[in-house]
Nanobody
C-alpha cells in the first residue's frame, strides 16, 4: 500500500500562484511515477502532470504546459506542483496519484493509489 497526502490548495485570484504538495508513505519503493490529476464539477478527472520517479522525466497536459511545473524531493518522497498564471478554468479538486509499475503514465487507469484531493479555486 502507498498512502498519499496532499496539501496546499486554496483560493487565489486569476493570475496568481499556488504550490501543491503530496507526501507519500508506505511501500513507496514500488512507485514508478507520481502524478497530478484534477476534476472540475460535472467533468471527468483529467491528467495534469506527472514525473517518473527514478529519472525525473516530466509530462504535462497541453492546458497547463508553460504555467505548471512538477518536481520531486526524493529524500522526502514528496511531489510538488507549482501552478503559476492560474485561471478560473483551473478551478478543480486536484488529486495526487502513484503509479506502481505501469509504463504508461498519462491516464487515471495507470495509477493505483490516490490522495484525498485538495480544492483549488481561482476567482476572476
Amino acid at each position: 500500500q502507498v498512502q498519499l497526502v496532499e496539501s496546499g490548495g486554496g483560493l487565489v485570484q486569476a493570475g496568481g500562484s499556488l504550490r501543491l504538495s503530496c507526501a507519500a508513505s508506505g511501500r513507496t519503493f514500488r512507485m514508478y511515477a507520481m502524478g497530478w490529476f484534477r476534476q472540475a464539477p460535472g467533468k471527468e478527472r483529467e491528467f495534469v502532470a506527472t514525473i517518473r520517479w527514478s529519472e525525473g522525466t516530466t509530462y504535462y497536459a497541453n492546458s497547463v504546459k508553460g504555467r505548471f511545473t512538477i518536481s520531486r524531493d526524493n529524500a522526502k518522497i514528496t511531489v510538488y506542483l507549482q501552478m503559476n498564471s492560474l485561471q478560473p478554468e483551473d478551478t478543480a479538486v486536484y488529486y495526487c496519484a502513484a503509479n506502481i509499475g505501469r509504463i504508461a503514465v498519462l491516464s487515471t487507469q495507470d495509477y493505483a493509489y490516490w490522495g484525498q484531493g485538495t480544492q483549488v479555486t481561482v476567482s476572476s
